[in-house]
């Protein structure tokens, strides 16, 4: 009897097995799919409701976004100390801006005219962009990548108005820069820095005058901005020397990097891209210990940040100091607020200092301006909501400011 039940004995326990088999397969296969679910559907959210127009990942702008943000957070955040770092920013240089802005709003509407994609940037982050470089006074900027010249028009203005013969290096895959017309944007500003290092007055030296500013526009221009056409991956590295005449040939990239006083990144936005600014520009500047003040555009276009940025800051190791940002849908509406409520105090106490600002002759706010631009009217008339302070958004408006700014 034993001997005969031992079969039927075998053939339950392998049915058993089998069943067994099947049912931790078929558990695998949930629990797998319930992570997945998890991962895309119950992802963290953000502790506000978003402003209108904004999400956690959906907009486009600035590549991939990351799956996470906890290389960022909580230190991108625009907290009491940055607030009132930027309201000292405006009432230090809200003259200028006030001086800066019709001109750039008629760049702006140039450009877009042309193509709808030029000029993506929008105006706190470029404000806080040149005044940081007014605050550095430094003698080299780096930019990547400037395209058809809007970001630059920024960059030079600060460093014509620092002097001292300071200059921008932009670094482009092509050139799209209009420099006539770039170089009639700036020409009210060529001859308004100091004494440069050549001992003349205002930017261009004394080989130059305000008559050599306006018959040869771009000829000035070109003491304050060269562009490097090519990867900058392989140009950055010895070009800066030789156009600056500073040690002449060097290939040796931390002093590459090391001579830029301010960096401005606003180029491929991808992941791996994002890797090398990091390792190869953002750490070598770090390592320097410089206190090089940098950003890095299009980070958040969402309340989660951009690939680019996140391996980008993952590449220097230990977290920047003075990481922030002023993007609107990162944020939120609160915090936002306190930025622009910063901004107009600051420009309050600059108001007292503002007087004869007009718009290049024919801009108009309702269309594209005419060529040929020259100061005439009234500007502030326009654009001072109640309260008499310039309103964010009288530039250009729509990519909600998502400049990531750190210090290296």
Not at 192 to 221: C, N, T, Y
Not at 345 to 357: Q, Y
């Amino acid at each position: 009897d034993n001997e005969m039940e031992r079969p039927g004995r075998s053939r339950r326990c392998g049915r058993i097995r089998r069943r067994e088999t099947m049912f931790m397969g078929l558990l695998i296969v949930l629990l797998v799919t319930w992570h997945l679910a998890l991962g895309r559907y119950l992802e963290p959210s953000a502790p506000y409701v978003l402003p209108q127009s904004c999400s956690l990942r959906t907009n486009q702008g600035g590549g991939t976004v990351a799956r996470s943000d906890r290389d960022l957070t909580p230190y991108e955040l625009a907290d009491e100390e940055v607030l009132t770092g930027l309201e000292r920013l405006y009432a230090r240089y809200g003259e200028e801006l006030a001086r800066l802005r019709p001109r750039a709003r008629h760049l702006c509407t140039t450009l877009r005219a042309r193509d709808p994609s030029y000029c993506a940037s929008d105006d706190v982050e470029s404000e806080i962009t040149y005044m940081r470089i007014r605050e550095a006074n430094v003698s080299s900027v780096l930019e990547l990548a400037p395209r058809a010249g809007y970001s630059t028009f920024f960059l030079v203005a600060a460093q014509a108005m620092n002097g001292a013969g300071g200059h921008v290096h932009s670094y482009d895959l092509e050139d799209l820069i209009d420099r006539p017309l770039l170089a009639q944007a700036l020409s009210p500003l060529l001859a308004a820095g100091g004494d440069d290092h050549r001992g003349g007055s205002g930017v261009v030296g004394e080989q130059h005058d305000l008559a050599d500013i306006k018959s040869a526009p771009v000829a000035a221009l070109a003491y304050l901005h060269t562009l490097h056409v090519g990867d900058a991956r392989d140009l950055f590295i010895a070009s800066p020397a030789e156009s600056a005449g500073e040690a002449a040939g060097s290939t040796d990239a931390q002093a590459g990097v090391a001579r830029f006083g301010y960096i401005f990144l606003d180029a491929e936005h991808s992941g791996p891209f994002g890797r090398w600014l990091g390792e190869a520009i953002l750490a070598v500047a770090q390592r320097a210990g410089q206190r090089i003040p940098a950003s890095i555009h299009d980070v958040y276009h969402n309340y989660f940040p951009s690939e680019e940025g996140v391996e980008a800051v993952r590449a220097l190791g230990k977290a920047p100091r003075g990481l922030f940002t002023v993007a609107r849908c990162r944020l939120g509406d609160v915090r936002w607020r306190q930025v622009l409520d910063a901004r107009n105090r600051g420009l309050v106490k600059a108001a007292a200092k503002i007087s004869g600002v007009g718009l290049p002759s024919g801009a108009d706010e309702s269309g594209p301006p005419q060529d040929n631009p020259d100061n005439g009217g009234d500007d502030l008339a326009r654009q001072r909501p109640p309260g008499g302070v310039p309103a964010a958004g009288s530039m250009h408006t729509g990519l909600g400011n998502p400049t990531l700014f750190l210090e290296l």
